[in-house]
């Protein structure tokens, strides 16, 4: 059975740090892109971070600068670093992935994605 499992939420201050993880099983992490995307209440769900086979990482813009994917393809997990984070950062994290073979979806269009977590939720206060 193919699964991902996010932890590391919680609670940060503004301007504060925290750590996402995600762990799989039941896939070759090797040959999968995998991705971070948050869902704000009431919003629709959005790409936050992405990392393929090849290390290359992309970010939304309002994360970038400030967010860091990173992965070792030997194992697992993944990693979210959140630095300076901001209130409108408060929101459910997903971690998915994808098979790099199935790219040409694009980096953050949910059908490429065939895994995802049960999700981690940050809050972020004053």
């Known amino acids: 059975v193919q699964r991902v499992v996010e932890s590391g939420g919680g609670s940060v201050q503004s301007g504060g740090t925290l750590v996402l993880s995600c762990t799989t099983s039941g896939i070759t992490y090797v040959n999968y892109d995998m991705a971070w995307f948050r869902q704000i209440p009431g919003k629709e769900l959005e790409g936050v971070a992405h990392i393929d086979t090849n290390l290359k990482t992309t970010y939304l813009d309002s994360v970038s600068g400030r967010f860091t994917v990173s992965r070792d393809n030997a194992k697992d997990p993944l990693y979210l670093l959140m630095k300076s984070v901001k209130s409108e950062d408060k929101a459910m994290y997903y971690c998915?992935?994808?098979?790099?073979?199935?790219?040409?979806?694009?980096?953050?269009?949910?059908?490429?994605?065939?895994?995802w977590g049960q999700g981690t939720q940050v809050t972020v206060s004053s």
């Open positions: 998915a992935a994808r098979l790099s073979g199935d790219r040409h979806y694009g980096t953050f269009n949910l059908a490429g994605y065939n895994c």
